[in-house]
């Protein structure tokens, strides 16, 4: 398989792992990465002006012919937006006047159902499987907003689907699809955090050993801000949050630093060694 | 092949404003016409009379009548000739009132060129009529009704009370539809199944009714007075005639418990079972799905009525009239998944909670938590679940849940005065008789009222979690319940597409099957001899669909208790020779009167005159009996014989709309410019291209073609393709190098004469700015000599 | 205030005409992680559109609360996006240059993306603390967790596209 990859401007900074992860996981699944020529950013959630936001994505879509994959949430939902506002042909013809290459129509797709698609296929590929680990899977918001991609919106099953053939245990997560409040965390910063530390303290009621995120934005909010905010409320957490590229990657029993492990704030070093671990038992 | 026209004054309503006497010499010169006359009153007594006289002096065999709308007066004077020997078809009518001297009147004499021109028109036209015989079919007097909810059945007895043989094909092992399986009934809170099940019983019981359950219909053919009908029974494993209905027998043997559809799945039945105690006819039926094979109840049952040999039954209906009362399903509330139907066990939907509050019900009438089992203490019902939400494509409103909704709150209340019940709605739609009053009951019994949809239901640990927005006060909410009951809406019947595709039958955007006019054929189909009553055309209550059931009754009635149809000799038929079999006639038949059995059929008893077909086939392989290509053909030719007037226009009016706009435009003395010929069509699709193209090669300025409002059409969507046509028909103008914008549709209503006259007004405006006819070919020449001259240049050296 | 037609014309321009069809229910505020927090509700804030009241409509904490979840526009029974609504207003306060809690931010975000064709760390970027001091706090709990990570990287990439980025956002930002 042969995708045009888009990083999105995080993989340049806090989304490292994510994307060095993406990269390698990738190439084990045998699947060919070409790197989008001269990407810009897609805007994000901080473009007020949606002709802009359009036209910013239009820009990256129209670069290439091969279906386009990124593994950000945020870039594949504003990808997708523009697609689906472009198919308006006012709005096309509008946008195209000021592109050097013209858009013309774009598949796009997730990491998420492209390596849940190869893994479905070629389950030897799974050399550690994750044995009794218990994973509560975090969708966040844009993953399937707005309707019409990857999943349902509102009780999307993709990620648990993904988990399972990693033979680990997707958790019933009640806030799985609940906003991480990372685009408000500027201005709003006590609200954003209220909403990030009550999806930490569900996933750990829930019994969750690992959390797995498929956007950089909510990977910020519970890794990295996560030793903040129990200090600030006061609870330990703990619980080390993996993009859904790592978690494929330690099943694929691909080298932890190769899949940016060291990079996460919370360590996952001891999830990967109880499923070492819990593999030597069962040899 | 004498000819007589007659030209009417009208009192002065013609002869006030045009020269009768100069119409009347010119008519005589034209060719065929043997006697001419002037008549004051030509519709009077004496005018007839002067008629009938001259038909047989003159031995005419055919009449132009120059007067009022035909619209008017067709009918009259087609009985006059007949009454003098003449075939009543052999008559035309000159429409030089409505259409020339009431809106032509301060323009006497272009009014009176333009009045030549109509007779003219109508004289080529009536040289070539033809002597048509109405024809009468016999048909048969059976009725199959297909669905045996409510409305089915009211159809079913109504018509066999009134003497006509029903055959009732319901595909469940019961007849009764939903409405059995509901509790009490608003808006009078009478128990649902005491006041069907006698109905349904009588349905039984009746000598003139066939009633055949747990059958599904196969094929259906012909038309109206005989249809075909295939079908077949589904085999029960139970013979109907042995089973006695004791159901204790066999069922308590039987090992497999499944859940039980009538009760929406909150209660259990056995893979041996009877749907309901009430079901009709009272017997048990084996689910094959379940059955795992034991043979228990054949053992069990004292009757030897258990059948495992049993196979399903063809079988063959010959009707003259079918009903379609095919009702709906329940909205399928998993799809709406922030409800969490389906993951979360106490949200329920309203089918559910009329199951439980039924005192013969899975619970036996207590209202239960199903996690838990105990009574509910605080219940939310949730309003506009599946319908008004764009999200699931349910634009409409479903009509009946606010009503449904405020009478399962009442029973709850009467039962458990302490529970706590809140309605959550957007709006409360209780419109018809008692049903406000319904609503303020419900209010003084306590209810809760919350003005909120619901965004999402969130379950945390056992308890369910309501989050909205209290509309009337701004707060956003999150409120603890016992029990949600999601209020689900209606959808048509999943199957009935499949139903619909066997007869024709067109459905809405909202996937229900649609009626022949929204008003004022409110049980009719498109297709003729197919009606349609209860939910299968649209969500609505009881009393509503019990209206249908017999309104749909009464249709068939008088279509068939004649036991004879009249054919109007207005139909399609075929040139077998030149049919190349394409089917495009099928398609566009909006009647489904075509056949292609090699080559194309008209069925004339369904075939209702539109032309489409006629203007659509390639071949020019069809034709029709009455307004043929040739007649229209010579119209055409007749008005552009003298190009009288700049611009001269050809018009194409459909019968129904814009004829009678023009019509009215007439009666309400609108005034225009005299410069349309109008040929009466019977639909906008009517019109063949050619008929276009020879207008405009014969020197026409521009071709007006005005159909009923788009979605309004008398055969459904004739304008639709009318416009389609032209579309086609403008990028030919634009490739021969004439301007498109010759050819003009538009759409008026019966009552838009204002609307007829403003168009013609503008349309005659577009014509002057493109010159006459041809304009733009002298401009082309001259263009495409300068290039010439150019390239020559530029190639010179 | 009287109602601002023009006003109302514009935000319908932007968010779309369906707008109209608005039939308050709610559905939309209750969607919102930060529901709690808005004042007006979104469904208000659609409703000032409506109105033409813009003072209202522009003026408040709601529509920089506003996370960009999109989960109002999955669930508008009316198919209209109360996101777009609130994105239209954002951009239409920006235009009458009244100050929200965030445009420091989307402002540096956005001229990044013109002069580079990406963004760098912004949140960490000394330019950020300066024009933002108040998130400067935030921005060094961040920072002093990531950049023993070599996340942190204060060069930013330069696109060779950056003159069509910069058409893209000044000829098309005009509406
Ligand atoms: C929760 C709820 C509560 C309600 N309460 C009330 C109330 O209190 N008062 C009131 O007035 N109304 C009430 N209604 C509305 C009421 O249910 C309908 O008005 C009524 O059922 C309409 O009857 P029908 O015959 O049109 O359709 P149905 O009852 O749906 O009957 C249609 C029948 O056709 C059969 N059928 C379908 N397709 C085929 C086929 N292809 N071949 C053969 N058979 C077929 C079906 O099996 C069924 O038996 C309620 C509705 C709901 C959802
Ligand atoms: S005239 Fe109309 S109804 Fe008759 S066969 Fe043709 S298209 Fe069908
Ligand atoms: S959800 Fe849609 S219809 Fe309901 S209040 Fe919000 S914008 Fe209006």
């Given at each position: 398989m042969k995708l045009a990859y888009y990083p999105g401007c995080v993989s340049r900074s806090t989304g490292k792992e994510m994307d060095v992860s993406t990269r390698i996981v990738c190439a084990a699944l045998g699947i060919a990465l070409q790197e989008l020529e001269d990407w810009n950013c897609c805007g994000a959630t901080h473009v007020p002006s949606e002709l802009v936001s359009v036209g910013l994505a239009a820009r990256n879509l129209a670069q290439t012919d091969l279906p386009i994959m990124t593994s950000c949430s945020i870039c594949y939902s504003n990808l997708r937006s523009a697609a689906l506002t472009m198919e308006d042909p006012q709005v096309r013809a509008k946008v195209n006047a000021v592109l050097t290459k013209k858009y013309s129509g774009a598949q796009i797709r997730h990491a998420l159902d492209v390596i849940l698609e190869v893994l479905e296929k070629n389950d030897e590929l799974i050399t550690v499987p994750l044995k009794d680990l218990k994973v509560a899977p975090y969708y966040g918001c844009l993953l399937t907003r707005p309707r019409g991609g990857i999943d349902q919106p509102e009780f999307p099953t993709i990620l648990e689907k993904l988990i399972k053939t990693l033979a680990a245990e997707p958790l019933d997560f009640r806030l799985k699809t609940f906003c991480c409040g990372g685009p408000i965390f500027m201005p709003q910063e006590q609200a954003a955090e209220d909403i990030a530390f009550l999806i930490l303290k569900e996933a750990k009621k829930a019994g969750a050993e690992v959390i797995v995120t498929v956007c950089p934005l909510c990977h910020l909010m519970l890794d990295a801000k996560q030793k903040a905010l129990e200090q600030r409320y006061g609870e330990k957490i703990g619980i080390p949050v993996l993009y859904v590229t790592q978690l494929v990657g330690i099943a694929l029993g691909l080298n932890p630093d190769e899949l940016g492990l060291e990079m996460n704030a919370v360590s996952p070093m001891p999830v990967v060694e109880k499923v070492y671990e819990k593999m030597a038992e069962e040899a | 092949m004498p000819l007589g026209v007659y030209v009417c004054h009208c009192g002065l309503n013609i002869a006030g404003v045009l020269n009768v006497e100069e119409l009347k010499s010119f008519a005589l010169k034209l060719p065929g016409v043997a006697v001419a006359r002037d008549l004051p009153f030509s519709c009077s007594d004496i005018g007839q009379e002067q008629i009938q006289k001259d038909i047989a002096e003159y031995k005419l065999d055919r009449i132009v009548v120059a007067a009022c709308s035909p619209r008017l007066h067709e009918p009259t004077f087609r009985r006059a000739i007949a009454k003098a020997g003449l075939n009543p078809y052999m008559l035309e009518m000159a429409n030089i009132r409505e259409q020339c001297s009431w809106v032509h009147m301060d323009q006497p004499a272009m009014a009176t060129q333009k009045a030549k021109d109509l007779i003219r028109m109508a004289v080529a036209k009536a040289a070539l009529l033809q002597p048509l015989e109405q024809e009468s079919i016999p048909v048969s007097k059976d009725v199959l009704v297909i669905g045996g909810g409510v409305a089915g059945i009211a159809a079913a007895l109504d018509l066999a009370d009134a003497g006509l043989h029903v055959f009732l094909v319901e595909r469940r092992p019961t007849i009764g539809g939903h409405m059995a399986l509901l509790t009490d009934v608003f808006p009078t809170n009478d128990c649902s199944i005491c006041v069907l099940g006698p109905k349904m019983s009588e349905v039984f019981?009746?000598?003139?009714?066939?009633?055949?359950?747990?059958?599904?219909?196969?094929?259906?053919?012909?038309?109206?007075?005989?249809?075909?009908?295939?079908?077949?029974?589904?085999?029960?494993?139970?013979?109907?005639?042995?089973?006695?209905?004791?159901?204790?027998?066999?069922?308590?043997?039987?090992?497999?418990?499944?859940?039980?559809?009538?009760?929406?799945?909150?209660?259990?039945?056995?893979?041996?079972?009877?749907?309901y105690p009430q079901a009709v006819p009272l017997v048990a039926c084996v689910d094959p799905k379940a059955c795992i094979g034991c043979a228990r109840c054949v053992e069990a049952c004292p009757a030897e009525a258990v059948k495992f040999e049993q196979q399903p039954q063809e079988f063959k209906l010959n009707v003259g009239a079918i009903i379609v009362a095919t009702g709906w399903q329940p909205f399928d509330a998993t799809r709406k998944e922030e409800y969490g139907f389906g993951r979360y066990r106490d949200v329920i939907t309203t089918l559910q909670m009329e199951r439980m509050l039924n005192a013969s019900g899975p619970t036996k009438g207590d209202v239960v938590r199903p996690s838990t089992g105990e009574i509910a203490k605080s219940i939310a019902i949730l309003q506009c679940v599946g319908s008004r939400d764009a999200t699931v494509g349910n634009i409409y409103c479903s009509r009946i849940c606010c009503m449904a909704s405020l009478k399962n709150a009442q029973l709850v209340k009467e039962k458990y005065p302490e529970t706590d019940v809140t309605i959550y709605y957007i709006d409360i739609r209780a419109c018809g008789e008692g049903y406000e009053e319904f609503y303020v009951r419900a209010q003084k019994l306590g209810?809760?009222?919350?003005?909120?949809?619901?965004?999402?239901?969130?379950?945390?640990?056992?308890?369910?979690?309501?989050?909205?927005?209290?509309?009337?006060?701004?707060?956003?909410k999150r409120v603890k319940h016992d029990l949600a009951v999601l209020s689900v809406g209606l959808e048509p019947d999943q199957n009935a597409e499949v139903l619909g595709n066997l007869l024709g039958l067109s459905r809405r955007p909202d996937r229900f099957f649609e009626i022949a006019h929204p008003k004022m054929r409110p049980v009719e189909a498109h297709i003729d001899g197919v009606f349609i009553a209860g939910c299968a055309s649209g969500p609505k209550e009881i009393p509503i669909s019990i209206a249908q059931g017999s309104a749909a009754a009464a249709k068939a009635i008088k279509l068939l208790h004649k036991g004879e149809l009249e054919l109007e000799p207005t139909s399609a038929y075929v040139d077998q020779d030149l049919c190349a079999e394409c089917k495009i006639c099928v398609e566009v038949c909006p009647k489904k009167a075509i056949s292609v059995k090699s080559p194309a059929y008209v069925d004339e008893a369904a075939c209702k005159g539109c032309g489409s077909c006629a203007a659509a086939c390639p071949k020019d392989a069809i034709n029709m009996r009455l307004f043929s290509d040739e007649q229209i053909l010579a119209q055409v030719r007749a008005a552009t014989e003298e190009t009288s007037e700049f611009p001269l226009i050809v018009a194409f009016l459909c019968n129904w709309c814009s004829y009678g706009a023009a019509d009215l435009a007439g009666t309400s003395r609108i005034q225009y410019p005299t410069n349309a010929r109008n040929i009466r069509v019977m639909c906008s699709a009517r019109v063949d291209p050619s008929f276009v193209l020879e207008a405009l090669r014969r020197g026409a300025d521009g071709v007006l073609i005005a159909g009923c409002r788009l979605g309004e059409c008398h055969y459904r969507n004739g304008n639709y393709q009318a416009l389609q046509r032209v579309n086609v028909l403008k990028g030919v103008l634009e490739k021969i190098g004439l301007d498109p914008g010759r050819v003009k549709i538009v759409w008026c209503a019966a009552s838009e004469g204002e609307i007829f006259a403003r168009d013609l007004k503008e349309f005659i405006a577009e014509l002057k700015a493109m010159g006459p006819i041809g304009t733009e070919l002298e401009k082309t020449k001259v263009e495409a000599g300068d290039g010439k001259e150019k390239t020559a240049e530029g190639a010179g050296p | 205030m009287a109602a601002d037609e023009e006003f109302k014309q514009e935000v319908l321009r932007l968010a779309g005409p369906e707008v109209l069809t608005c039939i308050q229910c709610g559905t939309c505020s209750a969607s919102c992680p930060t529901a709690h927090l808005m004042k007006p509700s979104i469904r208000r804030l659609v409703k000032h559109c409506l109105e033409g009241k813009k003072e209202e409509a522009l003026r408040n904490e709601t529509i920089w609360l506003c996370t960009s979840c999109q989960l109002c526009t999955v669930r508008c029974p009316r198919g209209i996006r109360p996101k777009a609504v609130v994105t239209a207003l954002k951009e239409l306060a920006e235009r009458e240059k009244i100050k929200g809690k965030d445009q420091a931010y989307e402002e540096l975000f956005q001229r990044q993306i013109k002069d580079y064709g990406r963004i760098a760390e912004i949140l960490l970027s000394g330019e950020f603390m300066f024009v933002f001091p108040q998130g400067a706090l935030q921005s060094m709990e961040l920072g002093l967790e990531m950049a023993p990570k070599g996340k942190i990287k204060l060069a930013v990439e330069k696109i060779r596209g950056r003159d069509e980025v910069r058409r893209i956002m000044e000829e098309l930002g005009k509406g």
């Open positions: - | 019981n009746h000598p003139d009714i066939t009633l055949i359950t747990y059958a599904e219909i196969l094929n259906i053919e012909g038309s109206v007075g005989n249809f075909q009908v295939t079908g077949h029974r589904r085999a029960r494993f139970v013979d109907e005639k042995l089973c006695k209905g004791c159901i204790n027998e066999c069922a308590s043997v039987c090992p497999v418990e499944v859940p039980n559809e009538y009760d929406f799945g909150i209660g259990k039945r056995k893979a041996i079972y009877i749907p209810i809760n009222f919350v003005r909120a949809r619901v965004s999402r239901i969130d379950r945390v640990d056992k308890d369910i979690y309501l989050i909205f927005e209290d509309t009337q006060t701004g707060e956003v | -």
